[in-house]
């Protein structure tokens, strides 16, 4: 199964550096110049399989959450199509279940876990070109999103509009949708998706690779259809992806901007108090709820608000703003001040001023800036929610009184509002793409992060407070309605299947895909009807 990508924004961990220190890298990046190394095409080599007896092996069954490690009977290592085709049929012809690595970020335990026989790891497929039979560009399925920026920019000056974790593999970033700081403005990653090459597994058991297109008269166009939003693990194995930006010409993908304002604002928990944060959390939703319209100018800012447990001592504020669009520097001002507006901190909002920076550098720099993003020996816990309005007080203060218990002490437990959704991901309609969450406002993440598996249900049990007590009035979890829209599913959450702790008698599948369920649920049957890429959460059999 492609990975499902972690969605962590401001890592907790990153938080604990402070204000000043993420400030300071700010500044210093300001004379700096871009990073000139150019990414090494991988070339294709034999397949290696590693078994339990190799010193490999552990680094090679657990991926960025350290809580969920595998046991399987081997590790596949691919570096092309071919190898994935042959692996897999390998592994459906010994009757062995299988799973797939790309970055390795899924927070669940949908790749790792002791039902799985066979570990199918692309990280050796990850080259990026032009391919001109297609008028594209390919993406191969174990590429990382740091490789992906740095070829794709350096070498034809476009991008595609992903995440801000580096090591994150575009195979479940992209099957889930994928946003970040430029998704409101170029919309989401699969928003420019033109084809994939997935393997699948037809009725006899026999593998084999298609290629799936958006061009309505494909035969294959519901498979790319499911592919665009449907989340990775379901339907079979994306060996490459191809982007185009539709009805574009010219460079045939969307470019980034030249450069960016970076604004990196700390706020101490001391100048906060109940009403204040309260305040803080209104605003913020207030004004991506005022902003979400595909054609509103606003769209070319983009933020997150990392809410950090109190032993942190600050909260944390990043922006960023195309430095091309006019009024760059005005918008920026106007949304500070909107966020910050009775909170009494405008002297410490204007002691942190913004920086002018390429955008590539900028991309580099938040990355450096959040240690957790690389950090090999993180376990976690997650959860999201899509917002169209605003939180209430009541959900508010939820949050504040998690985020300042005494009998918890982690810098890393966080709610991070990320202003990743409206805007261009809005002028796409709910079943284009099996990405349905199309009238948001932005979105949460609800996360914690720790190091000593003692630790495991301390972590695990204040989160699920956090995120029971903020969705009380729905059961638990954030259903979708006039105020919320479900959950991410790039953001797996293994609680949504319990009904201890759903409670809202909506179902899991809902949450995620909504009404594009049963569509869903027709490409499963008809480009894996054997059920062979399957997960905790993955698309059933109608």
């Not at 939180?391 to 985020?403: F, K, S, V």
């Not at 204040?462 to 009380?472: H, I």
Request: proline share 6%.
């Amino acid at each position: 199964m492609s990975e499902v990508t972690r969605r962590g924004l401001l890592g907790g961990v990153a938080v604990t550096a402070g204000a000043a220190a993420i400030q300071s890298a700010v500044e210093a990046a300001v004379s700096a110049g871009p990073a000139a190394a150019e990414t090494a095409a991988c070339p294709t080599t034999g397949p290696v399989t590693v078994y339990p007896a190799d010193p490999r092996y552990q680094e090679l069954t657990v991926g960025y959450n350290q809580r969920w490690v595998g046991a399987p009977d081997y590790v596949r290592l691919v570096s092309s199509t071919d190898q994935v085709v042959r692996a897999v049929q390998e592994a459906v012809s010994a009757g062995k279940r299988i799973s797939v690595v790309s970055g390795g970020h899924c927070l669940a335990p949908f790749v790792f876990n002791p039902d799985v026989k066979v570990v199918i790891d692309l990280s050796g497929l990850s080259n990026v070109y032009f391919d001109p039979l297609r008028n594209a560009y390919a993406v191969e399925g174990g590429c990382r999103l740091s490789a992906a920026y740095d070829a794709l920019y350096k070498k034809w000056g476009v991008t595609i509009p992903g995440g801000m974790c580096p090591t994150v593999g575009i195979g479940g970033h992209a099957t889930g949708g994928g946003y970040g700081f430029l998704s409101r403005q170029l919309g989401a990653v699969i928003d420019h998706l033109d084809a994939v090459e997935i393997v699948v597994v037809d009725r006899t058991g026999t593998a084999r690779a298609v290629v799936a297109s958006r061009d309505p008269a494909d035969p294959n166009h519901e498979l790319w259809w499911a592919c665009a939003g449907g989340g990775g693990g379901n339907f079979g194995i994306v060996t490459r992806f191809w982007f185009r930006t539709a009805g574009l010409g010219g460079k045939q993908l969307v470019s980034p901007p030249k450069d960016v304002l970076l604004s990196a604002v700390g706020i101490p928990w001391s100048a906060l108090d109940r009403t204040k944060f309260t305040a803080l959390v209104t605003n913020w939703g207030s004004w991506y709820e005022q902003h979400a319209a595909p054609s509103d100018p606003a769209r070319v800012l983009s933020g997150v608000a990392s809410l950090a447990h109190r032993s942190a001592q600050n909260i944390f504020l990043l922006t960023q703003v195309d430095a091309t669009a006019s009024g760059a520097q005005q918008l920026l001002s106007d949304y500070l001040g909107a966020l910050t507006q009775g909170l009494g901190v405008d002297a410490i909002v204007a002691a942190q001023p913004a920086a002018k920076l390429p955008w590539l550098h900028a991309v580099k720099l938040i990355a450096a800036s959040i240690p957790s993003f690389i950090n090999p020996t993180l376990r976690g816990s997650s959860k999201s929610a899509y917002l169209r309005k605003p939180y209430t007080a009541a959900q508010a203060g939820a949050m504040y009184d998690a985020l300042n218990r005494t009998d918890f002490s982690n810098p890393a437990g966080a709610v991070t509002l990320a202003g990743f959704s409206g805007g261009a991901i809005n002028a796409v309609s709910p079943t284009q793409t099996a990405l349905v969450h199309r009238s948001c406002s932005y979105w949460t993440l609800f996360e914690t992060q720790w190091q000593d598996p003692a630790a495991d249900a301390a972590n695990i049990g204040w989160l699920r407070d956090l995120y029971g007590s903020v969705w009380s009035a729905t059961g638990g979890y954030p259903v979708p309605g006039e105020q919320a829209d479900g959950c991410y599913i790039n953001n797996p959450d293994p609680d949504i299947t319990d009904p201890a702790f759903n409670r809202s008698g909506v179902p899991w599948y809902t949450l995620y895909y909504k009404s594009n369920y049963a569509r869903l649920q027709q490409v499963k049957a008809a480009y894996d009807p054997r059920n062979v890429f399957r997960h905790q959460q993955s698309i059933a059999l109608p």
